[in-house]
C-alpha cells in the first residue's frame, strides 16, 4: 500500500496544481518511483489512498497502464492520516482468508530509498513480529524509542525550539526497557495483516499510535535498521533539488 492521500502542504508551491504523489524528481513523479521500486522486490498488488487531487492521479494510472501492475484505489472522502487510511483498505489485505498469513509493505509516497525490502521482509518473518518498521540513526524531530532487542518501546514528543532549551524532551514509555535508543522512522514499514484486526483506533489516526498500543499489549513492533541504505525524505521543495542533484552525481541510482 502506498500512503498518497496527504495535502502535501510542506510541498507547496509545487502541490498548488496537484497531489504530492504527482510532483516529479528527476523527470518521474514520486508515485512512479514508489510503484518502480516495488515492483523490483516482485510486488504486483497495489493499493493507493487518495484524497487531494484524487481525479488527477487516477486519471494518471489510466493512462500510464497503471504501470503494468494490479492497483486499486482507497478514497478518503475526509483525510484519515496513515492509520485511519490503513484501516478504511483492511478489506484489500483481509478478505482472502491466506492473505493473513502474508504481511505487506506500506510505503510513504514522499520517501524514497535504496532499502532492500526483501531482507527486511525476512527479517519480519524471522522476528514473528506484528509489524516491522525501517529506522535510522539519524537527526531526526520525532524518536521512536526501542530496547536492546528491536522492540518499539516508546517515543520521544517533539519539543520547539523555545520548550529545548528550558526542558529536556519528554519521552513516552510504553512498555518499559532498562535501555532505549532512539531511532527515526523511514516511512517504509512491513506489516502482517492480523495487525489490521487488532486496532482499536477509529477515524482519522496516525499508525505510529497504534503501533505503540500494540507494544504496550506486548506485540512485537520491530526495529529494521537500515543505517546503511540511502535514504532522503521528499516532503519539501528543497528535498526535491537535493535528490535531483544526488541522481546526476550518482549519490542515489535514479534509473
Known sequence: MILAAGLG???????????????A?????????AISRLREFGVDNFVVNTHHFAPMIRDYLE??????????????DALLDTGGGLLKAASFFLDAGAALQEPFILHNV??????????????????GALATIAVQD??????????????????RTKLTSTEAKSQPAHDEVVRPAAQLQPLAFTGIHIVSPRLLTMIREE???????????LA???????????????????????SIARV???????VYPSG
Request: proline share 3%; glycine share 8%.
Open 110 to 127: 514522499d520517501v524514497i530509498s535504496t532499502i532492500d525490502l526483501a531482507c527486511m521482509m525476512r527479517f519480519h518473518l524471522d522476528q
Open 25 to 33: 524528481v528527476g523527470g518521474r513523479t514520486l508515485l512512479e518511483i
Open 244 to 250: 535531483e542533484q544526488e541522481m546526476k552525481t550518482g
Open 138 to 155: 539519524r537527526p531526526t524531530s520525532r524518536y521512536l524509542l526501542f530496547d536492546t532487542d528491536g522492540n518499539l518501546c516508546g517515543r
Open 216 to 238: 504496550s499489549r506486548g506485540e512485537k513492533i520491530a526495529a529494521f535498521r537500515a543505517d546503511q541504505y540511502y535514504w532522503r525524505d521528499l516532503g519539501r521543495p528543497e
Open 63 to 76: 493512462t500510464h497502464g497503471n504501470f503494468g501492475v494490479r492497483i486499486v484505489l482507497s478514497h478518503e
Open 9 to 23: 502542504t510542506r510541498l507547496l508551491p509545487l502541490t498548488k496544481d496537484r497531489p504530492k504523489a504527482l510532483v
Open 203 to 213: 477515524g482519522a489516526f496516525s499508525i505510529i499510535t497504534t503501533y505503540l498500543d
